[in-house]
């Protein structure tokens, strides 16, 4: 049985944002994915986790999606730390990479080749209270045509670091505003079925 591994890093601020749009793009992700005959491994970062058992939880998983609101144009600090500590030991252990890549012996070897993890998959699907017509745009003066892909770049990359191939992501824009959440999650699976069907 195929399994995917849903990480939710959703950071509570009381009374302001209390993650219940994350929470529904979560259980959008489950509903699909055990439509599709997936075991379901779960992390909520916020909850506290074990570094050890996440580092397991990847080698286990063939999916990897992260949900993320975006607060100041990244995923929340929390989700750094865990980073941090998850793919650290995952290097220390060497279960998600040995080394970068290069070797004395050849030097055609390339920075960022070394990773373990080849046919897994990674996305993002974050929220946001940009609007979309904010990014790929270079009339746009805040992102000069820069995509989320752009911004998710360090995010991304310690899993290409890994030999993870990275998908698509998925984006909730203006959630606060003119965004129609609804609609966002109701078109999540779609997105989904592009990769999973």
């Known amino acids: 049985m195929k399994k995917v591994l849903l990480i939710n890093t959703h950071l509570t601020y009381p009374n302001w944002s209390e993650g219940s749009l994350n929470n529904a793009f979560i259980q ?53 730390k865990y980073v941090d500590e998850v793919f650290n030991c995952g290097l220390q252990t060497q ?11 050849d ?9 373990k993890l080849h046919g897994k998959k990674f996305m993002v699907c974050a929220t946001w209270n940009a609007p979309a017509q904010s990014f790929d745009n270079p009339l746009q003066e805040l992102m000069h045509g820069k995509g989320t892909a752009d911004l998710f770049l360090n995010i991304t990359s310690n899993y290409r670091f890994c030999g993870v191939e ?32």
């Open 28 to 80: 959008a992700a489950k509903d699909y994915f055990k439509s599709k005959n997936y075991e379901i491994l779960e992390t909520k970062v916020e909850s506290g986790y074990d570094a050890i058992e996440e580092v397991e939880k990847h080698l286990l998983a063939d999916v990897i999606i992260l949900q993320t609101p975006v607060n100041w144009f990244g995923a929340p600090w929390i989700y750094k």
């Open 95 to 105: 279960k998600f990479l040995t080394g970068d890549g290069r070797t004395k012996e």
């Open 107 to 115: 030097s055609t070897r390339q920075y960022g080749t070394g990773g």
């Open 166 to 197: 990275i998908l698509q992501g998925y984006n909730s824009f203006d959630i606060f505003k003119d965004g129609d959440i609804i609609i966002d999650l109701k078109n999540y699976p779609k997105h989904l079925d592009l990769f999973f069907r």
